[in-house]
């Protein structure tokens, strides 16, 4: 056989090849069911972790539940609490708490929104002062629907109007008062701090 008898036999045999590879096509990857696939698995880990550490937690609070020495501990922190209560049990108590709590939201709410606007203004921003005033506002939320709700279980003051309206003006005025107090004081430490900063500058 010459050259040329094995040149073709061998664009013959690549021919072949080429046809047998053309009649398997290759499977596309699904691109988006492996992201889901990813997606499912890192969903489940987490709910995996969520329930391990929820598990644990509870089998801590049950360790401490049948702790004499927790139950001591717990025992003498609700005891002075509970005696203030029992001091503070007059037919006004639930009235004032319900007034002061509502100064407090008052209080708090304009301070998040108008004093640090009005120190934005000013070039003064403290983030410590905004985390300040929103546990603040958010411990005398709490307080309000804590009291409000014992109010309603061990008193008639929610069942009067003329109550309820009462406290809530008072509680209205001096929040006012206490968010005029709150923000002189900022705006004060705003001051401060500027010439602070503008002391050093003047000495060099």
Known sequence: MGRSGM?????????TVFAQGQDKPVAPVDKPAAEHSTTEQVKESTEKLKDEAKAEVNKIA??????????????????????????L??????????ALMSAGVVSYTLQLVLGKLIVLTRMGFSPKEIISDAISLLISIVGLVLTTQAAA??????QSAAAVLSASALGLILGFILYRWGQ?????????????????????
């Open 7 to 15: 040149f073709a036999l061998v664009l013959v045999a690549l021919a």
């Open 62 to 87: 049950d360790v401490l539940d049948h702790d004499p020495r927790a139950q001591k501990a717990a025992a003498g922190i609700l005891q002075p609490i509970y005696s203030v209560a029992e001091s």
């Open 89 to 98: 049990s007059f037919p006004a108590f639930h009235w004032i708490a319900f």
């Open 153 to 158: 279980e061990n008193s008639t003051f929610t």
């Open 184 to 204: 002189a004081q900022e705006l004060q430490a705003v001051a401060g701090r500027s010439v602070a900063d503008i002391a050093p500058s003047k000495t060099r």
